[in-house]
């Protein structure tokens, strides 16, 4: 199928050398959910589709690249708590009476969001792996998808059960186009040294990535510290998980020395601002990893700890509190945030075709609507991406050259159902 999106601002790479975003007007050519030109006309193209572009801005999908989306389920029912409190207080315990099923509907309500808020993919951490790929697949939506493991020496059965779960994902959906996966051991404080060597030699083996988190509070590297004398990223880089495949989320409280393991091994961090600020456990040092040369993505967590899986919202959040935090304007500019929201998740995917628009990528698109009061006038767009949307100005999402959204309306998800059984569950399990 052929697509022209003629005559409309767009987010594009300042240049051949350069992938810094910049907005220009100009009409994109897309064949078979490749983008083949932003400049002229292809030979004997012909439009099946054209999208008018006045009015409007194209840019590339958003990438969340951290997020648990059946979590969804479990928004704004345990907020304002400490870090412990929050998570094996109120969210396992909740966690502990979801069904498979359950987390089919939370993770459609989740992709549901990101697709009205202009993500075209995400990176996921959670448990009953086959019922949320099912959701992805119906949706339309790109996703690298994981199963969470846990495990220890004394109880290897665990994580060897968790393990066999994600390898039966895996061969059961492989070769698919929108979907793929990474291995994800939890977090150094739910995964001890042996299990992490475990994961870490099968992620080897087969090639695949990895999924952590690392570093998100205080406690967890005080606990890191008593249990190996080291830090959380220390201990990680000895069992063998930290590779230019790895991607970490959070990296809230770490060192200089971590820094420079996380750099010198190709590590992607993916940052969480708001999510780290809710659940009170510190602001990433962001400018001090950039400046160090470390890849960074950014993701929103689950949504019963950001409330929301928005990521104009989280750029502008990225953009804003590194500023506020380190007295300095230019500690995350509206460019780098820009280009990390985008760019840098497509790195932590591992995808080279995704994340700029240009030819010979994949056409993950999103189309936002510039004729609302907080986008006029369109001085700097760049700018407007990351201090002025909320995300309501997204009218058409593409992933793939697949058209999901379009005018606002789902073209993959029958809300009203999803609403009402995400309801039916919440009553269930007793969260309001
Ligand atoms: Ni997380």
């Known amino acids: 199928m052929n697509i022209l999106i003629k005559d409309i601002l767009t987010l594009l790479p300042k240049s051949e050398l350069s992938d810094d975003p910049e907005v220009k007007s100009c009409s994109v050519y897309i064949k078979d959910g490749i983008i083949e030109s932003t400049t002229t006309e292809p030979e004997g193209f012909k439009a099946d589709k054209t999208i008018s572009g006045g009015g409007k801005l194209l840019m590339p999908g958003l990438i969340n690249a951290h997020t648990h989306t059946s979590m969804s389920l479990l928004r704004n029912c345990a907020?304002?708590?400490?870090?412990?409190?929050?998570?094996?207080?109120?969210?396992?315990?909740?966690?502990?009476?979801?069904?498979?099923?359950?987390?089919?509907?939370?993770?459609?309500?989740?992709?549901?969001?990101m697709i009205k808020t202009g993500t075209t993919s995400f990176i996921d951490m959670y448990y009953f792996l086959d019922d949320i790929t099912s959701a992805v697949d119906?949706?339309?939506?790109?996703?690298?998808?994981?199963?969470?493991?846990?495990?220890n020496a004394d109880d290897p059965s665990l994580g060897e059960s968790r393990l066999r779960e994600a390898f039966e994902a895996l061969d059961k959906w492989k070769n698919h186009d929108r979907i793929s996966f990474m291995l994800a051991p939890h977090a150094p404080y739910t995964c001890d040294e042996g299990f992490q060597?475990?994961?870490?030699?099968?992620a080897k083996r087969l090639g695949l990535r990895i999924n952590t988190h690392i570093s998100e509070s205080l406690t967890e590297v005080e606990n890191i510290k008593n249990t190996y004398g080291c830090s959380p990223v220390e201990i990680l880089?000895?069992?063998?998980?930290?590779?230019?495949k790895t991607v970490g989320a959070h990296c809230v409280h770490i060192s200089d020395n971590d820094i420079e393991i996380l750099a010198d091994r190709g590590v992607?961090?993916?940052?969480?601002?708001?999510?780290?600020?809710?659940?009170?456990?510190?602001?990433?040092?962001i400018p001090k990893l950039l400046k160090a040369g470390v890849k960074v993505a950014l993701g929103t967590d689950g949504a019963s700890s950001n409330n929301t899986l928005n990521m104009f919202r989280e750029l502008s959040i990225l953009a804003l509190i590194h500023k506020g935090a380190g007295h300095d304007p230019l500690a995350v500019t509206a460019c780098e945030g820009v280009s990390i929201a985008t760019k840098g998740g497509a790195a932590a995917m591992g995808r080279s075709d995704l994340g700029v628009i240009k030819p010979g990528n994949v056409a993950d698109?999103?189309?936002?609507?510039?004729?609302?009061?907080?986008?006029?006038?369109c001085n700097n767009l760049v700018s407007a991406l990351a201090y002025s949307t909320n995300g309501s100005e997204v009218e058409t999402v593409m992933v793939g050259g697949r058209v999901i959204m379009e005018n606002r309306e789902f073209l993959t998800i029958d809300s009203e159902r999803v609403y009402h059984e995400v309801s039916m569950i919440c009553e269930r399990i007793g969260t309001r």
């Not at 708590?81 to 099923?101: A, H, Q, S, V, Y």
């Not at 961090?269 to 600020?277: D, E, F």
């Open 365 to 377: 698109l999103v189309i936002l609507n510039l004729d609302t009061p907080n986008m006029q006038p």
């Open 268 to 285: 992607c961090v993916v940052t969480n601002p708001v999510s780290n600020l809710k659940l009170a456990n510190g602001i990433a040092p």
């Open 79 to 113: 907020d304002d708590l400490l870090f412990n409190e929050w998570l094996f207080g109120k969210i396992i315990p909740l966690e502990d009476k979801l069904t498979g099923k359950d987390c089919y509907w939370g993770a459609l309500l989740a992709i549901m969001e």
């Open 138 to 151: 119906e949706s339309g939506i790109r996703a690298v998808l994981s199963r969470g493991l846990i495990g």
């Open 237 to 244: 880089d000895k069992t063998g998980l930290l590779t230019d």
């Open 197 to 202: 060597r475990v994961v870490a030699g099968e």
